[in-house]
């Protein structure tokens, strides 16, 4: 097969990135993607100050960083206008659900759900608040269902009407019943969250588990094989 991916040398990635600078200083950059141009630039310098310093893995890393943001900052430029499947392509895991939020009200209604499910799925942890994860999740819109593909759909359809769902949690959470929107349909995968997270978050967790109607079940995942339930409760 084929490859079709481009890889620069340290100099030509510095260059390129002073060229643009010159052409931002003079006005010659689209008014449109300058903001986001701006951004890669930035991110681009910081790739080439730690691959230059690096050693063995955290050298090569960075030379992956540094190719791939600039790959968008040249893809960037021959744009009249900011590309929403363009930047989430190139954007960092935690940053692909504030670009969906910048770009959502210009999805039709199938979009929406495509593209939030995609989102949501590519972003690695960060605390996203949960009434943001509520608002988006709980749009007033139609085809809700286009967030699963067609096979999670079949699957999701052979579930019984009753569900007993299950989420790696803290104390705090289990006792406000506040709880975060995902959810899993295999215990053992909740126990593994919860391990993790009281290894990175420093705090005691446990797996709640609740039975529910399939009928509250907004979506089901099983891209990142979790079994995932979305359930705002």
Excluded at 160 to 177: A, W
Excluded at 178 to 194: C, M, P
Excluded at 199 to 205: C, E, G, N, S
Aim: hydrophobic share 35%; charged share 30%.
């Amino acid at each position: 097969m084929e490859n079709n991916i481009q890889l620069y040398s340290f100099n030509e990635i510095q260059n390129g990135v002073s060229s643009v600078e010159d052409k931002i200083a003079k006005n010659e950059v689209n008014s449109n993607t300058e903001a986001e141009i701006k951004k890669c630039i930035k991110k681009i310098k910081t790739f080439l100050i730690k691959w230059k310093l690096g050693n063995g893995i955290i050298a090569l890393s960075n030379q992956i960083g540094a190719n791939c943001t600039y790959g968008k900052l040249l893809l960037l430029l021959k744009q009249d206008k900011i590309d929403y499947n363009n930047l989430i392509a190139f954007a960092e895991p935690s940053d692909q659900i504030k670009l969906f939020i910048e770009h959502c009200d210009s999805f039709t209604d199938e979009e929406y759900w495509e593209k939030l499910a995609n989102a949501y799925t590519l972003q690695n942890y960060k605390k996203i608040p949960y009434k943001v994860y509520h608002e988006l999740f709980s749009a007033n819109r139609p085809y809700r269902e286009k967030m699963m593909d067609d096979g999670e759909l079949t699957l999701f359809k052979k579930l019984p009407d009753q569900l007993t769902i299950y989420r790696g949690g803290s104390k705090t959470e289990e006792k406000t019943k506040k709880y975060g929107i995902s959810w899993t349909l295999d215990k053992t995968i909740a126990e593994n969250f919860a391990h993790v997270k009281s290894i990175r978050d420093k705090k005691d967790m446990v797996v709640i588990e609740k039975t529910i109607s399939k009928k509250e079940v907004v979506a089901y995942f099983i891209s990142r094989k979790e079994e995932e339930i979305i359930y705002l409760g």
